[in-house]
């Protein structure tokens, strides 16, 4: 049965269905509720349901619902309900005219009713502040702003971050006409002793539904690559304007810079000449100062998601880990719901995502993207891999989101795609601009009659002058903001590496289970007399450290390598390498221990462990289980160090098969180490590995030839604390190693 909705008007009353959403049209106090159209103007509010009724207002302080001034957004709506405007009945007269046309009132020029008090709290949608931001990375209660006697505005964080100048402050005094930034939205302080609420509305605010996006504009860019002083240009004095509500394709041959052109507005390539803007505002700032990817959003040619995740796990935790810290469970399964019904892909929420097709994996990385509500979408070959009808819907999905007000530009080597663009940038060989213009007047004016006619045309470059050109040949990484609650962020890593780990089958798990099991039944084979001092406990001690340290590098050498396109994308969105790694080594952690454990209570339970002789504290099961557990931890850091390091899985199997080999060859048992190599074998887990279990056990083969040997509490205690410290260090280099990765280089700038 259609889930229906009664909404009373003053002069109607209306019913709405579920199978289409519903436009909130107004003509002064007379309200038209009426089913959407792709034809229609954008409209200040309207009724959708995905798993309920909600009710989304565009405008803020407009709309009353029930006797209630509505916030942004009202979910959960069911039977009847009453919608007016504010000003009728009970709630008094407006301070300002009701506008006199259905016309959207976008953030530059919004339409609000009530005066700003003293004191003014901003937050999100939804939540209680007195100005509500569409912006999923604020706060409910992000900040606030106090009217100073002077006339300035005193703005302090209440929850979130806020920044002034590209700079993170406590506190900020501004006068009118001056900007801070919360989340995303930019904000710039109204002027006037007493402004109205309206005026505070972000002059830069991330597209939701009716909302203008940014209007991107070029002016005069220049991107020069090369090395050793040789100058490459491959962007030349390219501008153009690129605005919300269409669909702009980027098109031009191999080599034309189409590539290089998203680099640079993403920030991740600086100019040699010109500038980028976003609403007017350079985009060098508003993507230092927030979030890049809740800024500009990048589509790769790859679908890079988790597939083994389903559908709604891989949204749910985009969504998290692009939000505000604040945001709970339900709101932000609300939001995944949503993305995913806009994009089709609502009847896909449960199936994994490798059983997709191309054209649906597609449409979820896109929504991946739009969970952080960015104002500009870029897609590179957003067509590549899909058959005809599925690039054709593609591209009417994004011409979708195009007119629901997200600035959306793809690039193409697809003809056939530019049939649904609505704006065509074509890029000469050379990286200048032959074209700007809708997709129809494109041969014409390059003197052919058809777009494969003006591809060949657009193979021959002009000769620009290109003369005071320089390339520096450094690097300096764009600055990145945090997340205000890494806790938060850390969590939803770990949770979704132990899904990832889940993910895998019970098969994977079982062979993961069998190496402990395996490790405790060839002891068996070593000696009878179990883990003692003897003539076989070397051997034995060998054989443990050795099996522990497979355990971890099993567990780990492949976590970082297969997935760095995908962290590139969550970093722009505020990740940090070191968090994604922390996430890593607790899962790896965490079933290092169960493993560990399973291999020592197996191992006691077919053969005695401790004995005479031994240490008396700790206890034998502990002495023998903290040093494989952490040489078990300790591998696995290098496991996470060689996948941070390695460019392809080959080259990681490569290295760990070069690891394993020495740690066979310099745990101390195989080769009689002497010299320089007894310590600088140290750094290998297994040497301290075997060396703690000797320590402990004691009668090893020359026990006081090695101080690693010796048979003393303090010894075993060195041992493992030099495991744990070997954890450590792999663990924060490999953070390190991983932050530059993801930092691609690439910075060129004009000679004077």
Not at 167 to 174: D, H, I, P, S, W
Not at 329 to 356: F, T
Not at 542 to 560: E, N, P, Q, W
Not at 668 to 691: E, F, K, M, Q, Y
Request: proline share 6%; with cysteine.
């Amino acid at each position: 049965m259609t889930a229906e909705l009664t909404v009373h008007t003053p002069r109607s009353t209306v019913v709405l269905t579920a199978d289409q959403r519903w436009v909130v049209r107004r003509s002064g106090d007379e309200i038209r509720i009426v089913p959407d159209s792709a034809d229609d103007a954008p409209a200040p509010a309207e009724f959708t349901y995905i798993s309920g009724w909600t009710f989304v207002s565009h405008i803020a302080g407009v709309f009353v619902l029930d006797g209630r001034p509505t916030s942004r957004l009202t979910t959960g709506l069911k039977g009847d309900v009453r919608l007016t405007v504010e000003g009728d009945g009970a709630y008094g007269a407006p301070d300002r005219p009701s506008p006199a046309s259905d016309q959207v009132a976008s953030p530059r020029t919004p339409v609000t009713l009530t005066k700003t008090p003293s004191v003014v709290t901003f937050g999100r949608a939804g939540g209680p502040a007195a100005i509500q931001l569409h912006d999923l990375s604020v706060e409910r209660e992000h900040a606030a702003a106090s009217r100073l006697p002077d006339g300035r505005w005193e703005v302090r964080p209440l929850n979130g971050h806020l920044l002034v100048d590209g700079n993170r402050t406590g506190f900020a005094v501004l006068h009118p006409g001056e900007r801070f930034v919360l989340g995303t939205s930019v904000l710039r302080v109204p002027a006037g002793e007493q402004p109205l609420i309206g005026e505070w509305l972000p002059s830069i605010q991330p597209a939701v539904g009716g909302r203008q996006g940014g209007l991107l504009q070029l002016s005069n860019v220049t991107v020069v690559r090369g090395g050793r002083g040789k100058a490459n240009v491959v962007l030349h004095d390219v501008s153009c304007d690129i605005s919300s509500g269409r669909l702009t394709a980027v098109v031009g041959p191999s080599g034309s810079g189409k590539s290089t052109l998203l680099e640079a507005i993403r920030g991740d390539i600086a100019l040699a000449e010109g500038q980028i803007s976003v609403d007017g505002f350079p985009a060098s700032d508003v993507v230092t100062t927030a979030r890049p990817s809740t800024v500009i959003s990048y589509v790769p040619q790859d679908d890079d998601v988790h597939e083994q995740l389903t559908v709604a796990r891989v949204m749910r935790y985009a969504v998290g880990l692009r939000s505000a810290a604040d945001m709970q469970r339900s709101e932000a399964r609300a939001v995944a719901e949503r993305l995913l019904g806009n994009l089709g892909l609502a009847d896909k929420a449960s199936q994994p995502s490798h059983s997709l097709s191309g054209g649906e994996l597609k449409r979820l990385s896109v929504a991946t993207e739009l969970s952080s509500t960015p104002h500009v979408l870029f897609l590179d070959e957003p067509g590549s891999g899909l058959d005809p009808a599925r690039e054709r819907q593609l591209m009417l999905d994004l011409a979708d989101l195009a007119r629901n007000g997200t600035t959306v530009v793809c690039v193409t080597h697809s003809l056939s795609a530019l049939e649904h663009c609505d704006h065509v940038v074509a890029l000469r060989a050379g990286g200048t601009i032959a074209y700007l213009g809708p997709p129809a007047g494109g041969p014409r004016q390059l003197g052919v009659d058809s777009w494969t006619a003006a591809f060949m045309k657009l193979t021959q470059p002009d000769r620009p002058d290109f003369r005071g050109l320089q390339v520096l040949r450094h690097h300096q990484p764009r600055a990145h903001l945090r997340r205000a609650r890494p806790l938060k962020t850390l969590a939803l890593l770990t949770a979704r590496q132990f899904e990832l780990l889940a993910a895998r089958g019970y098969r994977a798990m079982a062979l993961l289970l069998a190496l402990p099991l395996l490790a405790a039944l060839l002891s068996l084979l070593v000696t009878d007399a179990g883990w003692r001092a003897g003539p076989k406990s070397a051997a034995l001690a060998c054989l443990l450290a050795l099996m522990s340290a497979l355990i971890g590098a099993s567990l780990t050498y492949a976590d970082v390598v297969t997935e760095l396109p995908l962290l590139r994308r969550e970093r722009r969105g505020g990740g940090s390498g070191q968090q994604v790694l922390a996430s890593k080594f607790i899962v790896s952690a965490a079933v290092g221990a169960g493993l560990s454990a399973v291999l020592v209570l197996v191992f006691a339970a077919l053969s005695p462990v401790g004995g005479s002789g031994s240490l008396l504290h700790p206890p034998p099961l502990v002495g023998l289980y903290l040093p494989l557990l952490l040489t078990c931890l300790a591998s696995g850091s290098a496991g996470l160090l060689v996948s941070a390091l390695s460019p392809r899985l080959e080259r990681a199997v490569t290295l760990m098969t070069a690891i394993g080999l020495l740690q066979v060859a310099f745990n101390g048992v195989l080769l009689d180490l002497n010299g320089w190599a007894r310590w600088a074998s140290t750094i290998i887990p297994a040497r301290l590995g075997v060396a703690a279990q000797i320590a402990y056990l004691g009668g090893g083969p020359t026990p006081m030839s090695d101080p690693l040997w010796r048979h003393s509490t303090r010894a075993w205690a060195v041992n493992v604390f030099g495991l744990a410290l070997l954890c450590l260090g792999c663990l924060v280099l490999a953070g390190v190693v991983l932050e530059r990765r993801l930092t691609r280089p690439g910075i060129q700038r004009r000679g004077t």
